[in-house]
Nanobody
Framework: QVQLVESGGGLVQAGGSLRLSCVAS????????MGWYRQAPGKQRELVAT???????NYAASAKGRFTISGDNAKNTVYLQMYNLKPEDTAVYYC?????????WGQGTQVTVSS
């Protein structure tokens, strides 16, 4: 099994910044990609950003220009640096790891942006 542990969430004012971290452990064989998704109350879970093992990144339109995803392959860790946060960014942020036929999720970390 693979375990993902997120950290870095919290309460921040609009315009502020946060950095999320996700550390993967357990039966890690060959990671295809890691990423961040979020789910706001009453809404479906949505993509925020992903990064492949070769460093290719993909962002949701809402994240482009404000969020940066990065990874440390040696540490099996992925980060999400978020700038200029907006109230609509409020959600539970989930880390995701894809390897082979396996798709794994963390428990989520709450990000709340006050106006």
């Amino acid at each position: 099994q693979v375990q993902l542990v997120e950290s870095g969430g919290g309460l921040v004012q609009a315009g502020g910044s946060l950095r999320l971290s996700c550390v993967a452990s357990g039966r890690i064989l060959s990671i295809n990609a890691m990423g961040w998704y979020r789910q706001a109350p009453g809404k479906q879970r949505e993509l925020v950003a992903t990064i492949t093992s070769t460093g290719n990144t993909n962002y949701a339109a809402s994240a482009k220009g404000r969020f940066t995803i990065s990874g440390d392959n040696a540490k099996n860790t992925v980060y999400l640096q978020m700038y200029n946060l907006k109230p609509e960014d409020t959600a539970v942020y989930y880390c995701n790891l894809a390897q082979g036929v396996g798709n794994y999720w963390g428990q989520g970390t709450q990000v709340t942006v006050s106006s």
